[in-house]
């Protein structure tokens, strides 16, 4: 009997019911995974998981904006599943930093695949402004490791990009759209800004798109649901 493909359910489940709590560390006034424990954490449960960091312009690993600011873009992958992640690159007042240094960029990077792990559920509840995960509370889905080297080559291959890469062509279901859709409010309430909201949509540009070509409605519901959350949001 053929093995049961992996849904991105499954690994929510997972991943999502990990004490992480005795592994959270604070630096000023933020709380934040080592990104070697999360790795290993993920490996542990699926060693052929990936990770790929996006080139950006001039071949730096990072999109640059008009105003010299800059954000990483990080995807995870697990069997034929995806998440995608982006964080700027910030000072330790979470002000954005123009003209980035090499050791500020790269510090970024590992924050952003411990931010992208929580889209798996690993560590969610450090974004959700709780100390620890319960298992009691309503499941939500949010989105290998290769050495350094490997990665380094792999990312210099590369086409430059500076928008997500487009996913591949899978199977996606009611039950995904559902839980795409929960996910996708669930952490698009906790942005802060609409600049914040804007590169959070921008991130799952593909998911979005496969959610209007196939689950119109799902879609106008959705965009219901944002432009009530982007409403109450304050510009920068």
Known sequence: MPSKELTYKDVW???????????VEKKMNLSYLSWAWA?????????????LFYQGEDDVPYVKFPDGTAEVRCRVSIDNLTREMTLSVMDNRNNAIQNPSSRQV???????????????GLGHFLYAGEDTPSADKEEKPITEL??????????????????????????????????????????AKLQKT???MTSYYKSNT???TTLREKFPEKKEMLDGELKSIVSNLKEV
């Open 13 to 23: 489940d997972n991943l999502s019911k990990i004490d992480c709590s005795d592994k």
């Open 39 to 51: 790795w290993g954490v993920l490996m542990e449960h699926y060693p052929q998981a990936s990770y």
């Open 106 to 120: 790269n510090d970024t990077k590992m924050r952003c695949l411990v931010k992208c792990l929580a889209m798996w």
């Open 146 to 187: 290769k050495n350094v080297e490997e990665v380094k080559k792999e990312s210099k291959n590369m086409a430059k990009v500076t928008k997500p890469v487009e996913e591949p062509k899978d199977d996606k279901g009611e039950e995904w759209a559902e839980l795409f859709v929960k996910s996708f409010l669930d952490l």
């Open 194 to 196: 609409k600049e914040g």
């Open 206 to 208: 593909a998911d979005l």
